[in-house]
């Protein structure tokens, strides 16, 4: 019988090289992929967003949940990707142009993917001509845009238009995050979604991709 | 006057700072913008701080702004050049002054790259892509073999103040005394984890943790790593501030101690607990050293919601609090006033640079410019400036509006 109490454990406490071993050990026990992300990938990152929103944990555990979450999944993508497993979502994510801060763009990434969505992370100051071709290249349904700065907070709005200028608004939802926005600037420029924090993101990612 | 209100005594008007520090300074667009406001001296602005971009707030534009504070900034800058022997350089279309060590590239796409040292020949440490008005530092992380990770790796950018740097300070606190102006110095060097400098941008071949996620799990994960290079980085800091405070003495009114940001948004990048574990008693020991030996004031920075940590701070020794981020969760300013007025100075909070200085009307920034005076200068205690720096593309109107209104406040009419 797999134990996936381990691996999810293991994300819980940020143990990158257990959850990795319990993660083989699982497999070779004949754990499905898929009952490895949504048994214990997805509940451990749900409940490592429960504890940041509750304080309990902050930026340097968020990060080592996040790397042992990858740890498991870098061994998984392959199998569920065989076996033909359809993520929650796909999420094209980035910071926009002219910003360089990923730090909370990372985190939300991993909570995405920790999520069961599949996360194609373009980086930091990412054109928004990058934006729209890697949502045509990979049929992803959800962008995600961040960021930290007042002067780049305004990239988004140019990456919004872009893509209704693509004649792709309709096919995509666009969430925003990141320290200076609100809800207010997000209903401003047209995004479909803020999200305040890394856990809120997930929330609101996945209620965007069931509407 | 910036004396009476560090003293928390109630001074005849509040006290305003533009430029002292680099985290209450001004972006070099802004300073030539502010110099044509005023109609001074037309030139190129000098870039005293490349990090950020910061300008060069001299004389004739401190008079003209009303400010009341002055700084003095370590010689070396965060790229690991001196300041000086200055060039002129086109700063996307603006003619500006820097060092003569500043040595950038430009990349394909229009981002520029900058070289510690100014060493071509060394991998870029610093890069500012289009869009952008500053560099951030470029994160240069060799592999981390655990079982090799040194905290002498850590340290490598703090070593013995050099005579040099000796004399340009003496050489400014003098010139700054002369103003006539309240004095803040920053000799560099007792900035704990500050994850602007963690990456180690002055260095050319930088060794031990210098990835930021990567330092940020290490705060949990190699805590004894941390301490060592805390322990340290605590003891040469301490040897610098007594050999920088044997040259100038008790000329200036407060010292830089750290820009560690602890707050986010909404929440802060540890818990209390995790503070005064690995913070706290390094915090204690220079801050205690500066209080038994000098008669300065103890500056602390920290962005985003911070309040949980106030008591701590002020148990720490740290006398003055920036930049007072209202807008964070739990930074209401009123409240703050109430509850730590008497023990912390507030040398920030006096308008808001995420939204209202840069994207409100004059009028905004009138109205909340006069809200924060009325709530932070009963009993003294509060130096003005804004929350961190003017940033790039601030309309000038607004920064002279929020000047405006402090001076009004003040009951001091300006041309």
Known sequence: ?211 | MLRVALDHREPDRIPLDFGSTSVTGIHVSCVAALRRYYGLAPGPVKVIEPGQMLGLVDDDLRRAMGLDVTGVFSRRTVFGFPTGNWKEWNFRGLEVLVPGDFRTRAEPDGGILIYPEGDETAAPSGRMPVGSAFFDAIVRQPPIDEDKLDPADNLEEFGPIQEADLDHLERRVRAAGESGCGVAISPGGTALGDVARVPAPSLKNPKGIRDVAEWYMSTRSRRAYIHAVFDRQCEIGIQNLARVHARIGDAVDAVVVCGTDFGTQTSAFCSVATFRELWFPYYQRVNGWVHANTGWKCFKHSCGSVERFFDSFIEAGFDIVNPVQCSAAGMEPAALKRKYGSRLVFWGGGVDTQKTLPFGTPRDVREEVLRRCEIFAPGGGFVFTSIHNLQAGTPVENIVAMLDAVHRFNGVARA
């Open chain 1, 1 to 211: 019988m797999p134990d996936l109490d381990k691996l999810h454990q293991a994300v819980i406490e940020g143990d990158w090289k257990t959850a990795a071993a319990a993660t083989r050990a699982a497999v070779a026990a004949g754990a499905e992929p898929l009952d490895i992300v949504t048994g214990s990938l997805v509940p451990a990152m749900d409940e490592v967003g429960r504890l940041f929103e509750c304080e309990e944990y902050f930026v340097p555990e968020m990060l080592l949940s996040a790397r042992a979450m990858k740890a498991s999944m870098e061994i998984v993508r392959p199998l569920l990707a065989a076996a033909g497993a359809e993520p929650v979502g796909r999420v094209v994510i980035g910071t926009v142009k002219g910003d360089l801060h990923d730090i909370g763009k990372n985190l939300v990434a991993s909570m995405l993917e920790g999520g069961g969505f599949e996360v194609i992370d373009l980086g930091a100051d990412v054109s928004p001509e990058r934006f729209i071709e890697a949502v045509a290249a990979r049929n992803a349904n959800l962008v995600a845009l961040s960021a930290l700065l007042t002067v780049t907070m305004g990239s988004m709005k140019t990456v919004i238009d872009a893509f209704r200028a693509a004649g792709l608004r309709d096919k995509v939802k666009i969430m925003v995050g990141g320290a200076p926005l609100t809800q207010q600037y997000a209903d401003a420029i047209g995004a479909d979604g803020y999200g305040a924090s890394a856990a809120a993101a997930v929330a609101l990612a996945r209620r965007l991709v069931a509407a």
